[in-house]
């Protein structure tokens, strides 16, 4: 072996140190990002959410019998949301109370309330300004008598 290629060939393993070292750092870079970059946690107090959890779940299983349906429409054009609610047989819910918050899944952002208006039997809307357009969670509780029914959607508002 000649000087001139063992000079150049002395390097070679230097340059895969020098890329794992570039793939690890990119690594640890990318790593401290998502984990800095959001908690993991939805709600406020997951500990004593947990702690009810079998609460949690016959409030749902009460929540389902109700068999109330919530259809929600958009209008982007005027920021107008309209929400219609029924009943398990398709009828409007009469005197019923709608309170409504959109809530943006991606971010670290304080929901948007909204103030809604009862334009007919089992119908509501309400006018908002959102920040952002793109996906948003809509987040709506009925309650008439002593019943409450909630329910979340994910709507994509432009």
Not at 69 to 83: H, M, N, S
């Amino acid at each position: 072996m000649t000087t001139a290629l063992a000079s150049r060939s002395r390097y070679i393993p230097w340059l895969f140190v020098a890329g794992f070292a570039i793939v690890v750092g990119v690594n640890a870079t990318m790593i401290s990002f998502a984990v800095g970059s959001f908690s993991g946690l939805y709600t406020p107090k997951p500990r004593e959410r947990g702690l009810y959890y079998n609460t949690v779940v016959a409030e749902q299983k009460a929540r389902d019998t109700l068999g109330w349906r919530i259809d929600a429409a958009w209008r982007a054009e005027t920021g107008r949301l309209e929400i219609a609610v029924s009943d398990a047989n398709g009828q409007p819910l009469a005197d019923a109370r709608v309170f409504a918050e959109l809530v943006r899944p991606v971010e670290k952002r304080p929901p948007v309330g909204m103030t809604l208006a009862a334009t007919a039997a089992g119908k509501f809307a309400g006018y908002v300004q959102l920040p952002v357009r793109g996906n948003w969670d809509l987040d709506v509780v009925v309650e008439r008598g002593g019943d409450r029914f909630s329910q979340t959607r994910r709507m994509f508002l432009r």
